[in-house]
């Protein structure tokens, strides 16, 4: 009896406090607006799906504004980089009489040659003074503003390679040959991009959520889990027609733009830690994608073998900041040794040698790349899959037979996963930092993509159609289409709805006074012309001291822009009108946030009684996206 009174009370408190929000609406910082602004209208970038575009600057403002470290390097530290740094100038120097690094595509690599990079890796991490953790710890720490955004992004990830690599060799006794990349094409290229052989226990290990299998399961760096979650906000990894383009810019200052904008997309795929640039460096992941990032900025330098003096000239000027060509590269080594133009010298690649990537093969590829890791024909390879092996493992209780249950194949369609949260705020990550608020989608269908197996019937005979089905029929269907007013923006290819007409909408926040970010997703009804769904987002918990200040964003899973439109205080009944999407939120009452996920579900659902059906309570949801294929998506200031 105590225990339903107690409940009561609850329900009743919530009930009563179902007045405005303290949430309202801001604008968004300057720099991010013209970010948004630049990218729609570049001629690489305006051709995207508005989710890239958007990522592309959440990634450079999350960087650009993080000038803080978490962590601090000691002098230990950087006297052991420095000593690697030295090594590999030493080697460098022995060319001529040693052989040169090789580099080789993951998958590429025999079974063997695999296991010596894993336990490589393995061993950098075991040592004492866990000397990978200091080598990820540098680029949070020390990398400065000049190692992203400007035209020293790509040298100063160079040197930063060199120095892993020189890590690597060392703790691998001499075994190891050289860092492997990994070409995100040959995954573009599969129907389904998530079911790779990179997410199998036999390679990288799982990609949803914690890693739990693999060479790498249960890793812990720095106080922090290993997490990934491949394909969540990213749909797609790069694919060959951005590589394509950016093998046709002949300025070496818009390739160094645009090659930083293709590596952002393979940092927001593989998602977890390496959709945290501050993060990004305790998944062994990230180095292989810098090495695909540096295998690309070779291919474009030293075009067929041949390399071109114009393009290892520095393309920075005297009015880029961080990136002029005298400023000291923030880099490996103590400030100073390093200019930002010293990033584009030959001297880099005299101990480095590429082997073409099997995405680059046009003949012969089947026996240039016998591996169990691709699957290749006479002139096209692409990544093989998963086949027994499940990328993402279901969570089920822990078998007496281990060593079988990474063997079991999925057995039904999954629409996506949970997105396994860092729940970062700053440098601490813990759940209790984080505050969340009720968010509603609203979905208009995407009439001309899917057509559903269910018809009218005339007569007793069912009409079938290949244009329209029973929840599309024409011409009714147009009178919603009249008040909807839909556009065509551009969108991922093959993108569509699962057969049941489930569909994904990523709802995320980022923080614009704190640093950290949440994913999320809602499931709207693709088969009927409107439908809606809730989704409840984390953002930090303002204090007395600080409101917390987050830009919120909506995107279905094709990438199309969800326009955001938020409560107008006051309003009865609620009423919502366009805004940015930022939102500023205090601690003043009543509180337009909760403090766990299920308060923040019962400030939408309200209850008279236990076991009463519950009442919807518009005005506790601060924002609303209409996801109605708007092809305007810049915010208003």
């Known amino acids: 009896m105590k225990e339903i009174l107690k409940i009561t ?10 007045v405005d929000a303290r949430v309202r609406p801001i604008g968004l910082p300057k720099s991010l607006l013209e970010c948004f602004q630049r990218y729609s209208q570049n001629p690489y970038t305006k051709q995207y799906p508005v989710e890239q575009q958007s990522l592309i600057c959440l990634q450079r403002f999350t960087w650009m504004e993080s000038k803080t470290p978490c962590k601090k390097m000691s002098n230990t530290e950087l006297n052991y980089l420095r000593s690697l740094f030295n090594k590999s100038k030493n080697h460098r120097k022995k060319r001529a009489t040693q052989n040169k690094r090789k580099r080789k595509e993951y998958r590429s690599l025999t079974e063997k040659e695999r296991k010596v990079f894993h336990d490589a890796v393995l061993a950098l991490k075991a040592k004492s003074t866990s000397n990978y953790e200091t080598i990820a710890n540098y680029h949070q720490a020390n990398a400065g503003q000049s190692a ?8 100063w990830h160079r040197v930063f390679l060199l120095i892993y690599e020189e890590a690597l060799i060392e703790a691998s006794n001499g075994k190891l040959s050289g860092i492997p990349y990994i070409d995100w094409r040959l995954d573009y290229r599969l129907s389904s991009p998530g079911s790779s052989i990179l997410w199998t226990h036999e390679y990288l290990g799982n990609g949803d959520g914690r890693v739990r299998n693999g060479p790498f399961e249960n890793w812990v760096i720095n106080r922090t889990t290993l ?3 491949v394909g969540t906000t990213q749909r797609d990894p790069t694919n060959e027609d951005s590589v394509a383009e950016l093998f046709a810019i002949t300025s070496a200052r818009s390739f160094a733009d645009q090659l930083e904008n293709v590596h952002n997309i393979g940092h927001i795929y593989v998602g977890g830690l390496m959709n945290n640039l501050r993060y990004a460096t305790y998944d062994p992941v990230f180095f292989m994608h810098h090495c695909w990032i540096d295998y690309l900025w070779w291919r474009y330098q030293c075009p067929n073998g041949r390399c071109r003096d114009d393009r290892f000239v520095y393309p920075g000027t005297n009015r880029d900041g961080d990136h002029a060509p005298t400023e000291p590269m923030d880099n490996l080594v103590y400030k100073g ?7 584009y010298d030959r001297r880099w690649l005299d101990n480095v040698d590429y082997e073409i990537s099997p995405a680059d093969c046009i003949e012969n590829c089947n026996s240039q790349y016998a591996t169990n890791g691709l699957q290749c024909v006479s002139s096209r390879c692409l990544s093989a899959t998963s086949g027994n092996f499940s990328p993402f493992e279901k969570r089920k209780k822990r078998s007496a037979n281990r060593r079988n249950r990474h063997f079991r194949k999925r057995k039904r369609e999954v629409l996506s996963y949970p997105v396994q949260n860092i729940f970062r705020v700053d440098c601490e990550s813990d759940t209790t930092l984080w505050g969340y608020i009720p968010v509603k989608v609203v979905y208009v269908r995407c009439t001309d993509e899917q057509v559903y197996n269910s018809f009218t019937v ?3 005979t069912v009409l079938s159609s290949t244009a329209y089905d029973f929840y599309d029929n ?3 269907i147009q009178k919603i289409d009249r008040l909807t007013v839909t556009g065509h923006p551009s969108h991922f290819k093959n993108c569509k709805a699962k057969e049941s007409g489930a569909f994904k909408i990523n709802v995320n926040s980022y923080g614009l006074n704190y640093r950290g970010n949440y994913e999320e997703y809602a499931i709207v009804d693709d088969r009927i012309p409107l439908s809606s769904a809730m989704a409840y987002i984390a953002v930090k918990r303002p204090t007395k001291r600080r409101s917390s200040k987050v830009y919120l964003t909506a995107f279905d899973d094709c990438g199309r822009y969800c326009t955001p439109e938020c409560l107008v205080p006051g309003s009865k009944p609620p009423r919502y009108e366009p805004c940015t999407g930022a939102m500023e939120i205090d601690v003043k009452r009543p509180k337009g946030y909760a403090n766990t996920f299920d308060d923040a579900v019962l400030m939408y659902f309200n209850f008279l009684k236990p076991g009463s059906l519950p009442t919807f309570n518009e005005r506790n949801v601060p924002i609303v996206f209409y996801c109605k294929r708007n092809e305007k998506w810049i915010p208003a200031p």
């Open 227 to 229: 997490v990934r979650n």
């Open 9 to 18: 009370t609850l329900v009743t408190t919530i009930l009563f406090c179902s």
């Open 337 to 343: 040794e390093l200019l930002t133009k010293d990033g």
């Open 474 to 476: 024409r011409p009714e």
């Open 458 to 460: 005339k007569n007793g």
């Open 148 to 155: 992203h955004g400007g035209p020293n992004f790509p040298g």
